[in-house]
C-alpha cells in the first residue's frame, strides 16, 4: 500500500494484511455488553440525564490560553480521560461511549476523585460529532476503535469519508486528532480516508514517528492487551492545517 504524505511515499507501503488471520484469536475488542453490578446500575441511572445530548448545549468554550477542550470517542474504561483529567484539571474532557460496563467504571471513578472536568456521552458517536458546534475541540482522540476486521463489515468502522468530514469541522484550526490501532488494515484505511481530507496534515511521516507516543496517552486497557499480546499498535497524529 502506498501513500503520498506531503512529497514522500510514506513506509506503509510495506504495512501487509496478516493481522487478519489471528484477528479471531487475540481480538481485545467486544462489542458484547456486561451486565452492571447493582451499583454500577445505580450509578449510571443518577447521570442518565447528563449523559444525553440537550445537556451538552450549555457548554461553551472558555477563552483562556491553557485551556483545552478535548474529545475522546469510545473511551472504554475511561484510563486515559482519567488520567489526563486529573492531571490537567483546566481541561474540559468529553468521552463518548455506548458501552455501560466502561461508563459506569468512569463514573465511578469520576466520583472517587472530585472530578469536575469530565462529561459523559452515552450514545452513537456519529450523532454526537454531527450536532456539536464546529471548531469546538482542541484535540480529538480515536484509540483503538473497534477494526471491524471482516471486509463486508468495513462500512461499520467508526473512520469514514463523512465523519472525517465532520471532525474536521468541530476540530479547531491546528487542532491534532490522535488515531491508534493495532490493526494493520485499519491502519491503512484510516490513513486513506483521513489523508483524503485536505484539512488534514499527517505528523507521522516515518516508520519510527509512529512506534511511541507521550505517556500521557498510554496506558488503556486495550494497549496493554496489545503488549502482552504482542500485537503492534500504530499512533498517528494530524493537525487540521485548512479551516
Not at 445505580?42 to 472558555?62: G, P, V, W, Y
Amino acid at each position: 500500500m502506498e501513500l503520498l504524505v506531503g512529497k514522500k511515499l510514506i513506509w506503509l507501503r510495506h504495512l501487509k494484511m496478516s493481522y487478519f488471520r489471528n484477528f479471531e484469536r487475540i481480538n481485545p475488542f467486544s462489542a458484547r455488553e456486561r451486565r452492571l453490578t447493582k451499583k454500577q446500575n445505580e450509578l449510571f441511572n443518577r447521570h442518565s440525564e447528563e449523559m444525553k445530548f440537550d445537556s451538552f448545549k450549555k457548554i461553551s468554550r472558555k477563552k483562556t490560553p491553557d485551556y483545552k477542550n478535548i474529545l475522546e470517542i469510545g473511551f472504554g474504561s475511561g484510563e486515559i480521560i482519567l488520567k489526563n483529567a486529573k492531571q490537567f484539571s483546566n481541561n474540559l474532557y468529553i468521552g463518548v461511549e455506548y458501552y455501560k460496563k466502561g461508563i459506569a467504571q468512569l463514573l465511578n471513578n469520576i466520583e472517587s476523585e472530585n472530578l469536575e472536568n469530565v462529561r459523559l456521552y452515552y450514545g452513537n458517536a456519529t450523532l454526537f460529532i454531527k450536532n456539536i458546534d464546529s471548531n469546538f475541540f482542541d484535540e480529538i482522540w480515536l484509540m483503538y476503535p473497534d477494526p471491524w476486521p471482516k471486509k463486508k463489515h468495513w462500512k461499520r468502522r467508526f473512520i469514514q469519508k463523512s465523519t472525517i468530514i465532520e471532525l474536521s469541522r468541530i476540530l479547531k484550526f491546528r487542532g491534532r486528532f490522535l488515531f491508534f490501532t493495532d490493526n494493520s488494515s485499519y491502519a491503512v484505511w484510516g490513513l486513506k480516508h483521513i489523508l483524503a481530507n485536505e484539512s488534514f496534515k499527517c505528523l507521522t511521516e516515518e516508520s519510527n514517528d509512529c512506534k511511541t507516543i507521550d505517556s500521557k496517552y498510554s496506558g488503556s486497557k486495550y494497549q496493554k492487551k496489545s503488549v502482552i499480546l504482542g500485537v503492534r499498535t500504530y499512533y498517528f497524529i494530524f493537525e487540521k492545517v485548512f479551516q
